[in-house]
Structure formats: structure tokens, C-alpha cells
């Protein structure tokens, strides 16, 4: 099998916590409402530093959280704590533009 295609597709792994929430608001302050797909993509964009966590209601409503700390919900609400690799996958996807040049070929 192919090695490259292990680490393309689902290697991110999201641990639901039931009837808990993050406790600090919102990651970058965003207040955004998403079903859980998109909350858990856009955490990954925001990166390992700004997001923490997805809460979402029981009505699926997600947010992206500040912090993975959590507070017992008696709501019935489910967070969502990406393990490392979803934010490595995402760098692996997304390489940075290369900063290298190339030399002009010289005319003779």
C-alpha cells in the first residue's frame, strides 16, 4: 500500500466528552455557529494555539472553543478535543510556499 495515502483522509481523532462544555468562550472570539463537521474543520484552521475544543448543543449548534478545561453541562451538551494530529495533518496539507528562487538561466 501506498505510505502517503495513511496519512491523507480521517488520521484526526476527536474525543466526545458527554454533558460537559468548554469553560472558557470562544476561540478567537468567535461566535459563529457550525454543525459539528465545520466546527471541527475551522478549529483545525484556527490552529493548536487559538482552538481548544468544540462545544456543541444538543441541538448540534457547535462553537469553537478557548480552552479544553470543562465544566459539568447539564444541557446535555457534548465537547469534542482534537488529538495532536488533526493540527498535524493540517500543516501536512497545507505546506508553506516555498521561499526558494530560481536562478535565471545566463544568455550566451
Do not use: H
Not at 482552538?51 to 459539568?72: F, G, L, N, P
Request: charged share 15%; glycine share 6%.
Amino acid at each position: 500500500s501506498d505510505p502517503a495515502s495513511a496519512t491523507t483522509g480521517k488520521v484526526c481523532a476527536w474525543s466526545p466528552n458527554i454533558n460537559m462544555y468548554s469553560s472558557m468562550g470562544f476561540a478567537a472570539g468567535m461566535t459563529q455557529v457550525f454543525d459539528v463537521g465545520e466546527a471541527q474543520r475551522k478549529c483545525v484552521e484556527l490552529g493548536q494555539d487559538v482552538c481548544k475544543a468544540v462545544t456543541c448543543q444538543a441541538s448540534a449548534a457547535c462553537t469553537v472553543r478557548a480552552s479544553s478545561d470543562m465544566i459539568y453541562s447539564t444541557n446535555g451538551e457534548t465537547t469534542y478535543v482534537p488529538d495532536g494530529s488533526c493540527f498535524q495533518a493540517e500543516t501536512a496539507t497545507n505546506p508553506p510556499p516555498s521561499t526558494t528562487t530560481t536562478p535565471l538561466a545566463k544568455s550566451t
